[in-house]
């Protein structure tokens, strides 16, 4: 296995001097140093390097991430492709904007809360244990949470998102090939992240949901990119249009709803009111009878009278008569 040294620099870098003093003076002056795929296992003391900015080393055999002190101007560490199993050793590294760790044996994200303002970090295809899923330590994302703006958590068995809800200033989220499939677990993350332009979910259980991408579209204003394609302002001012619309036929039979809820709820005052419209018509039909009876009493009465005053008058006549 390879230790990583100044003399392996001094090879890579094809320095041609072999005076200490002006290849001292030249790793002063470098800003940019490639070791990657050098079968490197160790990382050795450059002290030299103090002005390096971009290291790379990813496509390695590196099994501990260590002796970076030298570099506290480094803006850029490429590690990705090696055997590392914990995130460490990285608080001197006060400049750091973008870490690579993909392609390693990380399990958790951590040891990153001492570090200044990391703004990406790309930790996708961990070598994960069987069944198991990439964690994130709280402490590590409250750190992040100001900072980060790019993260690439890609293939990860990772199945939601609730506790990267803190990373406030996040603007592009990969997370290809993994478990997600909660279209709620997704909204609630939706609405913290209030600067996000690209997300790409490719792979995942939840982009099979019905109207997913519509759903999602929707649900954040600020997207401009979903799984690699563009959201048009059309496409969006569309489909809040016919969301609008929805909610507001679900209001109106929700409303219609609750007065036949309450109409049906007083059946009995329905009841006499249909009673006594029916009976109206019977008293007066009783009434109009009564008045027919009795009009005619006093004309029988009459001429019962006038008969009988007739059958007198005839019987004296008859008897005078006689």
Sequence with gaps: MVRLTLD???????????????FGQYLQKITHLNLSDKNIDT???LSFCKNLKV????????????????ASNITHLYLQNNCISSIENLS????LEKLYLGGNYITVVEGLDKIGEIRELHIES???????????????????????SVLNISNNNIDELED????????YLKAVDNRLQHMKDLKVVLNKWTKLRRMDLRGNPICQKPKYRDKVVVQSQ????????EIKEMERQFLMNWQASKTARKKSKER????????????TLAFHHSHSVEEKPNFLVLSQKQKIERKPLPRIRERKSQMKAQVEEASKVKAEAS
Aim: no cysteine; charged share 25%; glycine share 4%.
């Design 8 to 22: 392996l620099v001094a090879k890579n870098v094809g320095h041609k001097s072999r005076n200490e003093d002006n």
């Design 92 to 95: 001197s590294l006060k400049k």
């Design 55 to 70: 290291l790379y080393l990813y496509d390695n055999q590196i099994s501990q991430i260590q002796n970076l002190d030298f």
């Design 43 to 45: 990382i050795g003391v």
């Design 222 to 229: 600020t997207l401009e990119s979903l799984d690699g394609k």
């Design 256 to 267: 219609m709803t609750d007065e036949a809820d309450s109409e049906t709820s007083h059946p």
């Design 126 to 148: 961990q070598h994960l244990p069987l069944g198991e899923k990439l964690l994130f330590d709280p402490v590590s994302l409250r750190s992040l949470a100001k900072s980060l």
């Design 164 to 171: 990267l809800a803190v990373l406030e200033n996040l603007s």
